[in-house]
């Protein structure tokens, strides 16, 4: 069992910036590919970027690359998702998710656990 909070949402305006970080408590953090999603209400959860265990592999939606930087530090069992040049669009909940497989996959039903979310909004 892996129990994950995500925390750093809030306004901001488009153009700005935001961390999101989400906290992993349970199994060992660095046994899990990790993931972060986005969901806008009436639609279906979104793929916004992967970390492999160690770090060194990343993937992200077309979306976001260029604009969205995910990290991890396994020794506080935290994951970070660093937001620049927020546009109107990236407003939505933002989940942290983990896997318990090496694979990067943009598929949220691949993913075993999930936090809460934590609302992002991007408006003047």
């Known amino acids: 069992q892996v129990l994950l909070a995500e925390s750093g949402g809030g306004l901001v305006q488009p153009g700005g910036s935001l961390r999101l970080s989400c906290t992993a408590s349970?199994?060992?953090?660095?046994?899990?590919?990790m993931g972060w999603f986005r969901q806008v209400p009436g639609n279906e959860r979104e793929f916004v970027a992967a970390?492999?265990?160690?770090?060194?592999?990343?993937y992200y939606a077309d979306s976001v690359k260029g604009r969205f930087t995910m990290s991890r530090v396994n020794t506080k069992d935290m994951v970070y998702l660093q937001l620049n040049s927020l546009k109107p669009e990236d407003a939505a909940v933002y989940y942290c998710?983990?896997?318990?497989?090496?694979?990067?996959?943009?598929?949220?039903?691949?993913?075993?656990?999930w936090g809460q979310g934590t609302q992002v909004t991007v408006s003047s």
């Open positions: 349970g199994r060992t953090f660095s046994a899990f590919t």
């Open positions: 998710a983990a896997r318990l497989s090496w694979v990067l996959t943009a598929a949220p039903e691949s993913y075993d656990y």
């Open positions: 970390l492999s265990w160690s770090g060194d592999m990343t």
